[in-house]
């Protein structure tokens, strides 16, 4: 059955098989010896060269470690020396970060979830509509506030606000996210996107019990036609990448995430899940990509749809990349965001937007790294930005002292 046919299944004799929400994933451990063996069966290089060519990478710029190396297939040959010194590992992503967001002004209203959605509507951009939370935050404009279990059922029982979808109020890789699809005839099931019905009393109880700080019920985004017809109802992101330089905030990369079997969020550690590369002049996908290091695969159809992937132009794609300038331009102190913005049928949406995005996305799909001339003018203009910053703080502290001193 395709996977389309079980998201539009009737829940009559559908059953929960696993737990309403997903445990964190733990990386498997990493073994450098086999990974070697692994790359020298596939390239045919000695283990000493590609060994000695990980070493320089990992005390490169990049810092790339013995994991990412294998990860993002640098072991293979079709990339230069200087290809691959583009690509940073982790320790480098965090020291980029650093320098481009060094305020820390902004990271409360863009990590607490319905801050974020009632900041972006306040200044007119389109984020996610909030229904209901629970948790003891003042709840945002307009929506019910769920202040025990017994009022979260008596939500959830309401077979009018479905669809729905459900995400804790702080967090982060999608983790508690729930596509809730539709209450069962009885009123006491809720079908899930992905098929499986939970009970109304029982997740209720998961998201007092998991989520005490509070989780959101927002409504639910109808996807383009163009998303629909590739992946069912689920919604497929755009991460897009800004970075401010002199001149303000311009794209640096983008990314299309597109869920794929029997994922509800299209995250990529969710295995199975779909990175595509965009060529921006054409606004057309250029590379397919599912998995990573030995396991990667290049993608030619959306595996639940059969829908070519090769050459499909993202929809809205101008005015998602308009959509994120502009909310850059909102978060002004923030030099590089990753906005993950939806197509929806009503227009782009923002989800949300991370200060610390993860580079590994575009340069997995991309198959080229992150050090480039853009890259490094941002982050001279955010040096330049910080050193203004700490003399303005300075002179004003002198100041005070001498005030304080003639006193």
């Known amino acids: 059955m395709r996977m389309l046919d079980r998201l539009d299944t009737d829940p009559v004799g559908l059953q929960t098989t696993a737990p309403i929400f997903e445990a964190e994933p733990k990386p498997v451990a990493f073994d450098r010896a086999h990974a070697l063996e692994r790359a020298y069966g596939i390239t045919r290089r000695p283990a000493t060269e590609i060994a000695a060519e990980m070493d320089g990478l990992c005390h490169a710029i990049g810092k790339m470690s013995d994991r990412e190396y294998f990860w993002f297939r ?101 983790l508690g996210a729930l596509g809730l699809d539709a209450l069962s005839g009885d ?60 001149l303000g905030p311009e794209v640096f990369r983008t990314v299309w995430k597109v869920p794929a079997g029997a994922n509800m969020a299209d995250n990529y550690w969710r295995p199975g899940n779909i990175l595509c590369a965009i060529d921006l002049e054409t606004g057309r996908v250029r590379r397919a990509v599912s998995g990573g290091g030995f396991e990667l695969e290049e993608i030619q159809c959306h595996p639940d749809t059969g829908t070519p992937l090769i050459g499909l132009e993202v929809p809205q794609l101008a005015e998602i990349a308009k959509l994120a300038l502009d909310a850059a331009r909102v978060f002004s102190d923030l030099r590089i965001v990753g ?15 991370n200060f610390a995005p993860d580079f590994g996305l575009c340069q997995l799909a991309e198959a080229r790294g992150v050090l480039d001339q853009q890259l490094d003018r941002a982050l001279q203009a955010s040096l330049d930005a910080k050193r203004k910053l700490a003399d303005r703080v300075n002179a004003a502290v002198q100041e005070t002292e001498l005030r304080l001193a003639g006193a």
């Open 339 to 353: 906005w993950d913005i939806a197509a929806t049928a009503n227009g782009p949406v923002v989800l949300e937007g």
């Open 187 to 246: 009123g006491r099931e809720i079908r899930l996107l992905d098929g499986h019905l939970v009970s109304v009393a029982e997740l209720a109880r998961a998201i007092h019990d998991r989520y005490p700080e509070g989780y959101l019920f927002q409504r639910h985004l109808e996807p383009d036609g163009a998303v629909k017809r590739l992946c069912g109802k689920r919604i497929a992101t755009v991460r897009v990448y800004t970075i401010s330089g002199a």
């Open 74 to 174: 640098l072991f293979d040959a079709g990339l230069s020396p200087s290809e691959k010194l583009a690509f940073v590992g982790e320790r480098t992503t965090r020291s980029i970060w650093s320098v481009a967001n060094f305020s820390s002004l902004w990271f409360g209203p863009m990590m607490h979830k319905a801050a974020f959605c009632a900041f972006m509507r306040g200044y007119g951009l389109p984020a996610p509509v909030i229904l209901a939370q629970t948790g003891d935050s003042y709840p945002v404009a307009a929506a019910q506030r769920l202040a025990d279990e017994q009022q979260t059922k008596a939500f959830l029982a309401q077979p009018d606000v479905y669809p729905l979808f459900g995400k804790p109020l702080v967090g982060e890789r999608s």
